[in-house]
């Protein structure tokens, strides 16, 4: 008999109102983390409470493009989405340069996100950096440890090939991609921006996704 009542109360699950203390908290949780960078999202598209009229200087993909979609993963395999989403402590802002051979333009995009990641200051290790190439000259590639240690090499995932967004195409033209904390590919900006531009833009994001 005491095994059976015993056994009874092991089966039995959580009461209705853990169950929505547990939603509870896990919702709070979820707000304290990504509730400034929600906030911050529809600032940006939107202009909500932003009096000083900001408007960006990338190019703005609407809508933005999951970073899944991209089937880029890291030279270990791990796909690139993973490091983004709600259960993700801190997750950072991304720059992808994207490009099929990597010529001078090429690498004057690589400069340039290394130098604006450098210009955030403190806030530079909230952007991360990573390069998707097709292919990298010999000299660039003998160079790569020295200048750009920091930025991640992307590899197309295992029997796939990458899906950019439209209006980007590496091949033809390389680009800088901004990746959001969420995982959205959410602006691109290419050789007719400068430093300056994508420099604002990064201290405004940053600036609205501390609010609160």
Known sequence: MANRISDQEHNEGPTPEQ???????????????????????????????????????????????????????????????????????????????ASGQCGSQCEELLYLARQVNIALGKNANRVSRAAALGSVPSDLQARWSSEYSSMERLVPAAGARPDWPAGINPEAEPRILLVDPFGNVMMHYGSEHTGKDMLEDLKHLLKLSQIG
């Open 19 to 97: 169950v929505r203390r547990g939603r509870r908290t896990a919702f709070l949780l979820f707000a304290l983390g990504f509730g400034p960078m929600i906030v911050a999202t529809i600032m940006f598209y939107t202009g909500w409470l932003n009096p000083a009229g900001h408007t960006n200087n990338g190019v703005l993909l609407q809508p933005v493009a999951p970073v899944s979609t991209l089937n880029l993963e890291t030279a270990s395999g791990t796909p690139l989405a993973e490091r983004f989403g709600p259960e993700k402590i801190d997750p950072d802002w991304l720059m992808i340069v």
